[in-house]
């Protein structure tokens, strides 16, 4: 039986649009003294704060018995034994929104037993929402989508991003950023992962890759390409896991070229 997850669709549509539209409200509103940090160079504003608790407010008062893997105060427990949850990140492009850089976004995804079946992102400031249910294709503001039909990797324009890791993560990603530079037509780093890898969906961006994510980052976006006829895996090709920490998203055409460019040699540990 294929279920249409119709009815969470249309709430996570509304969630996203109505975190995503606060957001756009108060671009520019961050304040030095209200940011705080996570980590070393990890930061949160009470902006994120307050687009979570409206996406989970909408979310609980349609689905009161699901249950929420968020990145901000981590709600994972919600509703213990659901098969339903919601994997969540209220901003993506934390730091881009407190610099008033307007790339970033509100990811959603619903994981049923263990498999993501929809996700939701939006781009509040340039009015765009993705999305897509498993077998069911990619959209964006209503509109099929599909990823670049770009053959040779001389001729894409790749993504990545940087982890919140001064270390040996940042090293790594570092030489293998240089790897796909000199390949590639060029790279780019916007700043919000889940956006990112809807660009390779919609065609604006041939591939994305990384090596240190969080589900909120890519559980969504993941979904999108795959039924915008692209391809998701592993940084190194394994199976995509939505809790696996990496990924490659790619048009598909390109995957191989860009597996063997990031990890000739044995290049890396992931």
Not at 252 to 268: D, F, K, V
Request: proline share 4%.
């Amino acid at each position: 039986m294929t279920f249409t997850y119709s009815n969470e669709l249309k709430v996570a549509k509304q969630a996203a649009r109505r975190a995503g539209d606060f957001l756009r409200e108060h671009l520019g509103s961050v304040r030095a003294q209200e940011v705080t940090y996570k980590g070393d160079i990890d930061i949160v504003t009470p902006y994120d704060m307050e687009a979570q608790r409206l996406v989970v407010e909408s979310i609980k008062a349609a689905f009161p018995d699901h249950s929420f893997l968020t990145e901000e105060k981590q709600e994972k427990t919600d509703a213990p034994g659901s098969a339903s949850r919601w994997i969540i990140d209220p901003l993506d492009g934390t730091t881009n929104y407190a610099s008033g850089f307007p790339y970033f976004c509100v990811s959603l995804a619903l994981e049923v037993s263990g498999q993501v079946e929809l996700g939701v992102v939006y781009a509040p400031m340039l009015n765009e929402l993705f999305h897509a249910t498993r077998g069911g294709g990619a959209f964006m503001n209503g509109l099929p989508m599909h990823a670049s039909t770009t053959p040779r990797l001389k001729d894409a324009v790749v993504s990545t991003g940087f982890p919140y890791d001064n270390g040996a993560t940042l090293q790594e990603c570092l030489r293998l950023l240089s790897r796909i530079t000199y390949t590639a037509r060029t790279s780019r780093c916007p700043g919000a992962a889940a956006l990112d890898i809807c660009y390779v969906a919609c065609g604006r961006l041939d591939a994305y890759w990384d090596i240190e994510m969080s589900p909120w980052d890519i559980a969504a976006g993941a979904l999108i390409v795959s039924e915008a006829r692209g391809r998701v895996t592993g940084v190194k090709g394994q199976p995509f896991d939505h809790l696996g920490h990496t990924i490659l998203a790619s048009n598909g055409a390109l995957h191989a070229a860009i597996l063997e460019t990031l990890w000739s040699n044995g290049n890396g540990s992931h």
